[in-house]
């Protein structure tokens, strides 16, 4: 109930919602209840054969039907059988169309209540997983991620609203027509009345094992959209390596266990509400036996108009029993999705400001790692880094792959904290300021050139929404993209495709460096921006490169060292640890490990 309960909080202010559906529910419940207690004085209008001038006493002040009996002997004397009749009908007619509006309007409110939940819901979960700290996405499924957000959200917000309309509305609706059952025949009543905790025990002998069922089913439907995320991001390897089949059966497996899985739950749900309504049947069996012979035999006051009304109120009684049973099974499956998702919404950032945390307006002398130290894990990848990074100047990182660069990288623009030691920009330690900030001041060109699935100018405004096409274009001039921007088929208003797929890796590139062109920051971090293109690409991208450092700070990750033999300073790490630091000139001439790797390249080439 815990778990119910947090994830009805997002239903808040449930106020605005619940007060408009419990009312016109209420207002629902009267009159569908009403209309079944009119169906005896219809039957006595058109059946009665005496109607006595005066009304008679009525024995109990709980009996409806005995008063209406009345009231409808009454109104023969008064209005004849054929008018009474009209009466009759179109109080039944008035009563039908209150019902049915007012069921309308208690469902619309609680749509209105499922609709806000999961906005509320689903807000916050995206809300927490785009401030999560980048260390989380390495280790989670991306799949699990998107079930989530997508399919576990759907579950849980039907799950709160269907739960808290059934736990309002039908024992509500089981209160009044037990009302009107009592009202003829308590003696048949209480024994009616005891298919209803019967059935309660069957079906939750039946439903027992329903939720560990439920959170398994999402958790292979979780690993379903994961592998079709790496299947369709990586198609053309799979089909190069003619592994088509393979991956087909593997999905497979997985599709029939959640299929397998699937079908379990829905026999367990499918045989709460067969149950529940034999279960009834074999009493209504029970109560036309009692209740008839009672009347053949001339004993108690049973007549047959009110023995018909009692037959035909039982039978819906039945009704909000079977969505009792139902929400029982239903409520497992949305408890464990909650589960899912709660858990997902309390995953907190390993990475946050401080209270008092101060904004970095600019950046003026230098950047400082002092001893910086940093694992994933058990796994140690950083050890007492020491090194300046001053303004104006480019610094670039080398070394053997696996040796720390990109973590090094990592930590500039506070995407981590370092285990131990510190960073520092213009004598302010980073935990002193906001990340926000910090990033502010630098602008990114990764190895890995992602383009949202948009037009190309929207691509190269991301860093600057606000940015005029004039300001989008003087940017792709500097980073040698505007040619074959013009040369698309609809300039910069092409779309670039899912990851910008409709382009070259060249192109992709050089839009990913207009953007960093138009954010204009003080800072370029460039990890390995040239690696995986062409001869021709990678000279029209290391020119835009060359215009995008100019006159600012610059860290680079250089995979061919021969860009980036001009840096003010190298500095060559490996296995975690600053072997060497200088100029290019310096390091060929101390023969170490800058000179072999330079030596290799020569040698390669």
């Known amino acids: 109930m815990k778990t119910y309960f947090r994830l009805l909080s997002f239903a808040k202010p449930i106020e605005k919602f619940a007060i408009p559906y419990i009312i016109a529910t209420l207002f629902a419940i009267i009159f569908n209840t009403f209309l079944f207690t009119l169906l005896g004085p219809l039957l006595e209008t058109l059946f009665i054969k005496d109607a006595p001038t005066t009304l008679s006493k009525v024995s109990s002040s709980i009996d409806f039907m005995a008063r209406f009996s009345e009231y409808i002997k009454h109104a023969i004397t008064i209005y004849g059988k054929t008018g009474t009749l009209k009466i009759v009908c179109i109080v039944i007619s008035i009563t039908v169309v209150l019902s049915n509006l007012f069921r309308y ?241 309390d995953t907190k950032p390993l990475l946050v400001n401080a209270p008092d945390a101060k904004v970095l307006e600019d950046f003026n002398h230098t950047i400082n790692f002092k001893d910086v130290s940093f694992s994933y894990g058990e796994k140690q990848i950083l050890n007492g880094i020491n090194f300046e990074i001053e303004k104006g100047k480019t610094v670039a990182l080398v070394g053997p792959s696996g040796g720390g660069k990109s973590t090094l990288m990592d930590l500039i623009p506070r995407f981590h904290d370092p285990k131990s030691g510190s960073i520092s920009i213009d004598g302010n330690d980073y935990r002193s300021l906001t990340a926000e900030s910090i990033r502010a001041q630098m602008g990114t060109v990764n190895q890995e050139s992602f383009l949202f699935n948009d037009t190309i100018f929207n691509n190269i405004a991301f860093a600057n929404p606000n940015a005029t096409m004039e300001e989008v274009i003087a940017a792709a001039k500097i980073a040698n993209a505007h040619d074959f921007i013009e040369n698309t088929e609809n300039g910069y208003q092409t779309f670039v495709g899912d990851r910008g797929n409709r382009l070259s890796g060249g192109q992709r590139q050089r839009v990913c460096i207009a953007r960093a062109v138009l954010a204009n920051p003080p800072i370029m971090l460039l990890d390995e921006a040239t690696s995986a293109l062409d001869t021709e690409s990678e000279k029209l991208v290391q020119d835009a490169l060359n215009n995008l450092m100019r006159n600012r700070t610059s860290i680079v990750i250089a995979h061919r060292l021969s860009t980036i033999q001009h840096a003010d300073k190298i500095v060559v790490i490996d296995k975690g640890n600053v072997v060497e630091t200088g100029s290019h000139a310096e390091l060929i001439h101390q023969n170490g490990l800058y000179k072999r790797l330079i030596d290799m390249q020569a040698f390669n080439d």
């Open 105 to 345: 309007l208690s469902q619309r409110f609680m749509e209105d209540l499922r609709v806000h939940t999961l906005l509320n819901l689903r807000r916050t979960v995206f809300n927490n997983v785009m401030n999560l700290h980048v260390g989380f996405f390495n280790n989670e499924r991306k799949g699990d991620i998107i079930s989530k957000v997508a399919s576990d959200v759907q579950v849980v917000q039907f799950t709160v609203t269907n739960t808290l309309q059934v736990v309002f509305k039908e024992p509500l609706q089981l209160l009044f027509y037990v009302g009107v059952l009592v009202s003829i025949s308590l003696k048949l009543t209480l024994f009616s009345l005891l298919v209803i905790p019967v059935s309660g025990f069957i079906i939750s002998k039946i439903v027992k094992r329903l939720k560990q069922q439920a959170k398994e089913s999402h958790e292979s439907f979780a690993k379903m959209l994961g592998f079709l995320d790496e299947s369709l991001s990586g198609i053309k390897i799979i089909k190069a390596f003619n592994a088509t089949q393979r991956i087909k059966n593997k999905f497979d497996e997985e599709n029939k266990f959640y299929s397998f899985l699937n079908r379990k739950m829905a026999r367990r749900q499918q045989l709460a509400s067969p149950v529940s309504q034999t279960l009834g049947v074999f009493v209504v069996v029970f109560i036309v036996l009692y209740g008839g012979t009672m009347i053949l035999t001339g004993q108690g006051d049973l007549t047959p108009a009110k023995f018909l009304v009692y037959i035909t109120t039982f039978s819906q009684v039945m009704q909000p029993v079977k969505a009792l049973a139902d929400s029982f099974s239903g409520i497992h499956s949305g408890i464990a999705a909650g589960d899912r998702v709660l858990d997902l919404i």
